[in-house]
């Protein structure tokens, strides 16, 4: 219930407050609900999952979310990687191709029916973790929030983080048209190219349209549209897509690997704002989902007095995710090593900086002398 203290803003009491309502705070705040806490997700954006500044696309475990015909569009059967030289190299790469907004309205509409509160077009603009006391902003005013535990989904541009003190997320940045696709396409299709420094070219159709995208180290090199212009050009000649564009959409994912902290006193990482992305294919639903699912389970079992539950929770992300992520970060500076000496128009680094290759997954990042070098996850074969 909201109370007013006198001559402040109106405070409402909660046990678990989740800032923001993407897959990773949805699912935080469906499975804390579910266990009896009090919740209230809010979210800086008038409309939960809009715009939707994604591929859209999940791997096939995550089918369980995409049942919804709102949700669901198509099925992904394979990859088509195209390496500088022209080669092209064919690998098995099922997925579905979903309506993000929707895929995120769904998770949400399960938190509020498990007893959740969320709050739309509501901005985090101040934060006091030791007496656990968030400042939201509404068109109606200021609230203030008092909370025992923090989940923090707020994606790659963290208003928590920044709240705390903690340092900014190394980034990508990405560009992406939704055109017209003109030949029926059941695959994913994938550039790599000295054109796309930091990161790499995409197609990922969605029945009559394709979202055609890019990723860039804006460090490297500032201007996307050119570069996609560019293969949009190509792809119209080639009579694959149409020219008219459709929607455009862009954002920041981050390439950096996991936050040095995901546990921050009674507060939580999850998603984007964890570092969960995978730093060469810029995929994440698939670990927002997971890690707001577990962070909703942690912060259960700490509203319940399970002492080390919030360092469980630490733990059990690190061993599900940073094999793959340290990896990944390794392949990223080996090919921004690769650009800066102008070998990015030869294959190799492409072959050994891409997951379809089998150069990939050689030569493991060194691990911490007398640990095991674990085998390859799921999730580094598949990570979008």
């Not at 509160?117 to 985090?124: A, E, I, K, Q, V």
């Not at 080996?334 to 290759?357: M, N, T």
Request: with cysteine; glycine share 12%; hydrophobic share 40%.
């Amino acid at each position: 219930m909201t109370r007013r203290l006198q001559g402040q803003s109106p405070v409402f009491p909660v046990d678990v407050l989740v800032v923001g309502l993407g897959p990773g705070g949805g699912s935080a705040a469906r499975i804390a609900a579910e266990g009896g806490a009090r919740v209230l997700a809010v979210e800086r954006r008038a409309a939960v999952g809009e715009p939707v500044q994604c591929a859209e696309f999940i791997p096939l475990p995550m089918g369980c979310h995409a049942r919804d015909a709102a949700v669901y569009c198509q099925p992904i059967t394979g990859m088509s990687t195209y390496l500088p030289s022209g080669v092209r190299h064919d690998s098995d790469f099922p997925g579905i191709m979903i309506h993000r907004g929707a895929f995120d309205r769904a998770i949400a509409r399960q938190a509020e029916r498990a007893g959740a509160r969320l709050w739309t077009g509501t901005t985090l603009v101040g934060l006091d973790p030791v007496a656990r006391v968030a400042r939201v902003r509404q068109r109606g005013g200021m609230t203030s929030v008092t909370y025992r535990l923090l989940v923090a989904a707020d994606g790659p541009h963290s208003s928590v983080a920044a709240h705390l003190g903690l340092p900014a997320l190394e980034l990508v940045q990405t560009r992406q048209y939704t055109v017209p696709l003109l030949k029926v396409h059941a695959e994913t299709d994938i550039w790599l190219s000295g054109d796309y420094p930091g990161g790499y070219a995409w197609l990922f159709p969605k029945k009559g349209e394709a979202n055609l995208g890019l990723g860039i180290d804006k460090r490297l090199t500032p201007d996307l549209k050119a570069p996609l212009d560019a293969l949009h050009r190509t792809l119209v000649r080639e009579g694959r897509v149409g020219a008219k564009i459709l929607r455009r959409t862009g954002g920041a994912i981050p390439v950096g690997g996991l936050r040095g902290v995901l546990v921050h006193g009674e507060v939580l990482f999850v998603g984007d704002a964890a570092g969960l992305t995978h730093p060469i294919t810029g995929g994440g639903i698939a670990p927002a989902v997971i890690s707001g699912e577990r962070a909703g389970g942690a912060a259960v079992a700490y509203l319940q007095g399970e002492d080390g539950a919030l360092v469980d929770y630490d733990e059990e992300i690190r061993d599900l995710y940073q094999p793959g992520l340290d990896r990944a970060v390794a392949r990223r500076r080996e090919l921004i090593a690769a650009w800066r000496v102008s070998a990015l128009d030869q294959d190799a680094p492409h072959r050994r900086g891409w997951i379809a290759f089998p150069e990939y997954l050689q030569d493991p990042p060194a691990r911490e002398p007398g640990s095991h070098t674990p085998a390859p996850t799921t999730e580094e074969r598949i990570p979008i």
